[in-house]
């Protein structure tokens, strides 16, 4: 009887029964308490197509027109290389900087309570708000050698502006808030309990920022990272008036696209244009993979 009774399921017990174990697959459609997916697929694939993707499939269309010979002379002269090694060399260096300061910044607007605290919060979206021409003009009238910093440097025989120093300032100003604003939230969600207990258990101030800190916003910090170096490998606005344009010396590539297409080279401006959309998918997808290991590693 006891036996018998055993083998009759309770009614509910079917409800929460686990499923027999198949294997995984992939769906399509995911569940979702708010339904729409199929419309918000459908808007958001023709909206990146209309936006992005056409564009960029006729920006590779028109470089056709060129030979393969006449493409790869048209970007390995002697000025274009020159170019390329200031803008790649400049935006990695200026964002790496940002990647540093950006987080110190961020880390003491969060952290630490001072007079003024949101006035320098809002400073920080300056170069956000400014146009790209007026940024340069400013930066030029501070580091010139009449300029209120530069005129010190200029004592010292060393100049800023019209110097690939320059360059590489300008390129810093207009990278830091991506660096600052994509810390902050991360660092504002931290617990601080979680230093706390390191620290009760002997851990010093560097073991706790490199075993604690630092693994919850590498991830983070590789995006600003990201997003500040593709801001910079597109500037144009605010080098150009700074860097002098010397051939050789301070010509970045995006100066060198808009002399060509001044001088209705389009096929020629489109050529360089395409050089630096294949360098620069391939600088953000191997940070995007590092970025992506990075979060694997920390679980």
């Avoid at 079917?14 to 992939?26: L, R």
């Avoid at 590779?60 to 274009?80: E, R």
């Avoid at 991830?219 to 593709?230: E, H, N, R």
């Avoid at 700074?242 to 590539?253: L, R």
Wanted: with cysteine; aromatic share 12%.
């Amino acid at each position: 009887m006891l036996s018998r009774n055993r083998k009759q399921n309770h009614p509910l017990e079917a409800q929460y029964q686990k499923p027999p174990h198949t294997p995984m697959q992939f769906r399509l459609k995911q569940h979702s308490v708010l339904p729409g997916f199929g419309l918000t697929l459908g808007l958001t694939l023709t909206y990146l197509s209309v936006i992005v993707l056409i564009p960029l499939s006729l920006l590779v269309w028109n470089t056709m027109s060129l030979s393969f010979s006449d493409f790869i002379a048209s970007v390995t002269t002697p000025q274009v290389i020159a170019s390329y090694k200031l803008s790649f060399g400049a935006s990695i260096l200026a964002a790496m900087i940002n990647a540093v300061f950006g987080f110190i910044v961020a880390w003491t607007l969060v952290r630490y309570d001072f007079p003024g605290k949101r006035l320098f919060d809002a400073i920080v979206d300056m170069p956000f708000a400014m146009p790209t021409a007026v940024s340069g003009i400013a930066l030029c009238a501070i580091y010139a050698p009449n300029g209120w910093i530069g005129s010190w440097f200029d004592k010292l025989d060393i100049k800023i502006a019209y110097t690939q120093t320059g360059v590489l300032i300008a390129l810093i100003f207009i990278g830091l808030p991506f660096v600052v604003r994509t810390l902050q939230p991360v660092l504002e969600d931290l617990d601080i309990e979680v230093e706390e207990a390191a620290e009760s258990l002997g851990a010093t101030r560097f073991q706790t920022f490199w075993s604690v800190i630092f693994p919850s916003v590498l991830p983070s910090l590789a995006t600003g990272f990201t997003l500040a170096l593709a801001r910079a490998l597109g500037e144009y606005g605010s080098v150009i008036f700074i860097a002098g344009n010397i051939p050789f010396q301070t010509e970045i590539t995006p100066l060198l696209i808009v002399t060509r297409l001044e001088s209705y080279d389009y096929a020629g401006a489109t050529a360089l244009a395409v050089v630096m959309l294949v360098a620069a998918f391939i600088l953000m997808f191997m940070i995007n993979l590092s970025q992506w290991y990075a979060r694997s590693v920390n679980g």
